[in-house]
């Protein structure tokens, strides 16, 4: 009873942590693009791909591992710390040292000047990684929340005026780093564990081989999600890459907020749970049905109302970016499922299931990739459309093995969500082409106000068991209500 109580607090307050700060990123997102161009967010992307795969080399595993782990000791924790920080300080430099032929290679003389500053993310990440797994072991997600909102709030603040003053690309240099920077500073004043017993090669070697199947996967999720940016920025125009780069972030703004959301807290907790086949399979199936009844409509309604949005909120030379956004979204719809079986394959198995499951997804990745980037930027969001399904198909069948919640059962759960999803999308297109005439705003209003209405009002009435669970999580972030 407890863990459940820990597990429905710690859900609320991420959800009401990711729901903010998505809102704000969204506002500050709406002003950055209407004071930059999209040549601008073109640059960023292509030192994107280098970024996240050493942010991801980094981290290493290390911090599952030790949520996995039972007892960790001390020294446990010391070790990946010094070991994180260490291999920080390498790859910065390496990257350091590539900035020059980047610039080169892709003729962008700017990426000499900027690199050195973004790639100061990878030493600020790993200064916060263990701070963050001691807060995820003790959930303790209300301080993790706050530290997040703020630095949010800070780093967003940061970029706006670095965008009014006329700084250009170097606004979105200032968020992304200062954000890490922030984060970890706030982490480091407000935790109390502090590194002591020394380095150990030992507990190092007796998390590697869980931590360096993860490792691999990790790497390869991370360099699979950013390398069509960095082909795009050289076979295609700098715009290009800006549209297709903010059609991706946008659309995971609300995806990657929910799903991070209940994952920080649904892996330890599974972790809890992997000596109890049933409950953990119960676990698994109310957390699918959680996130689909929010993530369909999420999804069906940004494809829905995205021409209006962009209208409505951005400069005309931003309209490119909306068939790429909506393609980009259909993603989303299977995206949060595949992330939860996967957390159940982290929590479960030893990782060679993991690292063979990956072996064949990465092959299909990158044969998508080889086919669809030489055709068009239109061709490649279509590709990341086909490879969010056969990571879907993939983690839902290795992970079945595991929690005895197989594909049939989940369409089962999530059919309900998907048939009201479909109903809010109808709904949404009616009132559209109805209000076709009147002002952006008043037909952006009534799409919004039915596709809720189509959705919530039935589900309901029906008293759906995925509408009770939200309310749960709803009910565990107001005041008292996690009590």
Do not use: H
């Not at 990158?366 to 279509?382: D, F, G, M």
């Amino acid at each position: 009873m407890e863990l459940k109580n820990n597990v429905v607090r710690g859900v609320a307050w991420n959800v009401a942590e990711k729901a903010g700060t998505m809102l704000f990123q969204f506002c500050v997102s709406v002003v950055l693009l209407n004071l930059l161009t999209p040549d601008d967010y073109g640059v960023i992307p292509l030192l994107g791909f280098f970024c996240a795969v050493a942010s991801a080399i980094v981290e290493g595993g290390f911090s599952q591992a030790l949520i996995r782990k039972r007892e960790p000791a001390q020294s446990d924790f010391s070790s990946v710390f010094y070991f994180n920080a260490g291999m920080s300080l390498v790859l910065y430099l390496l990257l350091v040292a590539l900035s020059w032929p980047l610039s080169r290679y892709y003729g962008v003389p700017e990426l000499w000047e900027i690199a050195p500053v973004l790639f100061l993310i990878v030493p600020a990440t790993a200064l916060g990684i263990i701070q963050v797994t001691m807060l995820a072991r003790r959930f303790d997600f209300k301080r993790l929340s706050q530290i997040t909102v703020l630095s949010s709030f800070l780093s967003g603040v940061t970029a706006v005026g670095v965008a009014w003053a006329g700084g250009g690309v170097w606004s979105l240099v200032a968020q992304r780093v200062s954000v890490v920077v922030f984060r970890s500073m706030l982490l480091w004043l407000n935790g109390t564990w502090r590194p002591g017993g020394g380095f150990s090669f030992g507990a190092i070697r007796s998390m590697s081989g869980y931590s360096s199947q993860l490792l691999f996967t990790d790497i390869m999720n991370t360099a699979l999600l950013n390398v069509p940016q960095m082909f795009i920025g050289k076979i295609y125009t700098q715009a290009q890459t800006g549209f297709f780069d903010q059609g991706q972030k946008l659309k995971e703004l609300p995806t990657n907020s929910l799903m991070q959301a209940v994952q920080s807290v649904t892996f330890p907790a599974l972790s809890e749970l992997q000596n109890d086949p049933e409950k953990f399979t119960a676990s698994v199936r109310k957390i699918v049905m959680v996130m689909t009844f929010i993530m369909f409509p999420v999804m069906a309604g940004m494809i829905g109302v995205a021409p209006d949005v962009f209208r409505a909120l951005l400069k005309p030379q931003w309209a490119p970016t909306v068939p790429l956004f909506r393609v980009l979204c259909l993603a989303g719809f299977l995206t949060p499922v595949s992330l939860i079986c996967y957390n159940v394959l982290k929590a479960r198995c030893q990782g060679a299931d993991i690292f063979r499951m990956e072996l064949a997804k990465k092959t299909i990745a990158v044969s998508l990739l080889a086919l669809t980037i030489p055709v068009s930027v239109e061709a490649i969001a279509w590709g990341q459309v086909f490879i969010a399904l056969s990571d879907f198909l993939f983690n839902t069948a290795f992970s079945a093995r595991y929690s005895r919640y197989g594909l049939g059962r989940m369409v089962r759960d999530t059919a309900p969500a998907a048939l009201l999803t479909a109903l809010m999308a109808a709904a949404v297109w009616g009132v559209g082409m109805l209000l076709s005439q009147a002002g952006v705003w008043w037909r952006l209003a009534a799409e919004i106000g039915v596709g809720v209405a189509v959705y919530l009002v039935p589900a309901r009435l029906l008293r759906l068991e995925a509408m009770e669970e939200v309310w749960q999580i709803v009910r565990g972030a107001l005041p008292g209500g996690g009590k």
